[in-house]
């Protein structure tokens, strides 16, 4: 099952990488740089759970515009997760971006207390974080850092003991010397099946309008994310 489901991931992967050609007009797709843009997202990621409610990861994401056919860019997560309550966790999470046009490098703070009942799980994140081209003290004009304020809302239903569906809305603030102001909404619907204990795949739907400018930019896409859940203690296999 292991073999078959890695298969056919990395078969999606490369065939995308290979269908497309990288430009040099390329910017962060997650500002909506591109006007109703389609794209494929693949990711690969790693994640172990250590005592004390502490787990960590790290992901690796591709996203790949299919609209103008092209690299969007290459994406890489480092995070850390702390269960403080038995309903509340804290996160800190690390992105680096690279782009034919340039890098963004992201901090992130989040607070995201859930609630569960029977198989449904609601849950409420709100989160700071700051993101920079690059780290210095004077900032050139058009490149300073940006602060940004989001608040997600998510439901999830685990129909059966592995598989599961959910449902989020969040909304991105923009924080500058204008003020605050609302900068994008994202939707997103996705579903996740768990095999082998310690291995997941989630595949899922994201609707991303820009509220910017006075013509939203829309941002699509489809998600495919295969994560291995490092076990504590890998099983002995017994001699025959």
Same mark, same amino acid.
């Given at each position: ?13 490369? !065939? ?39 787990? !960590? ?14 690299? &969007? ?90 598989? &599961? ?14 003020? !605050? ?8 619907? &996705? ?50």
């Amino acid at each position: 099952m292991l073999k078959y489901s890695l298969g056919i991931f990395l078969i999606l992967h490369f !065939a995308f990488c290979n269908s497309v050609n990288s430009q040099d007009n390329v910017a962060d797709i997650g500002y909506g740089s591109y006007n109703n843009a389609f794209q494929f997202w693949t990711s690969v990621k790693v994640s172990h759970d250590f005592k004390y409610g502490i787990s !960590a990861s790290a992901q690796y994401l591709l996203r790949t515009d299919v609209t103008n056919k092209n690299i &969007g860019g290459h994406y890489f997560y480092v995070g850390a997760k702390y269960k403080a309550l038995k309903y509340l966790q804290i996160d800190f999470k690390f992105r680096g971006v690279n782009t034919m046009e340039k890098n963004l490098y992201r901090f992130e703070f989040g607070i995201k207390p859930r609630y569960k009942y029977k198989n449904w799980t609601f849950a409420f994140r709100t989160a700071y974080f700051n993101e920079r081209e690059y780290f210095s003290r004077v900032y050139e004009k058009g490149r300073y850092p940006s602060n940004y304020w989001r608040n997600r809302v998510e439901v999830r239903w685990d129909f059966k003991k592995d598989l &599961g569906t959910y449902l989020s809305v969040e909304a991105y603030t923009l924080f500058d010397y204008r003020g !605050a102001s609302l900068r994008r909404v994202a939707f997103v619907a &996705g579903v996740d099946y768990t095999f082998l204990k310690m291995h997941n795949i989630d595949v899922y739907y994201m609707a991303q309008p820009d509220f910017n400018k006075k013509s939203p930019n829309l941002v699509q896409a489809v998600a495919v994310v295969y994560t291995w859940d490092i076990p504590k203690k890998f099983k002995k296999k017994k001699k025959d």
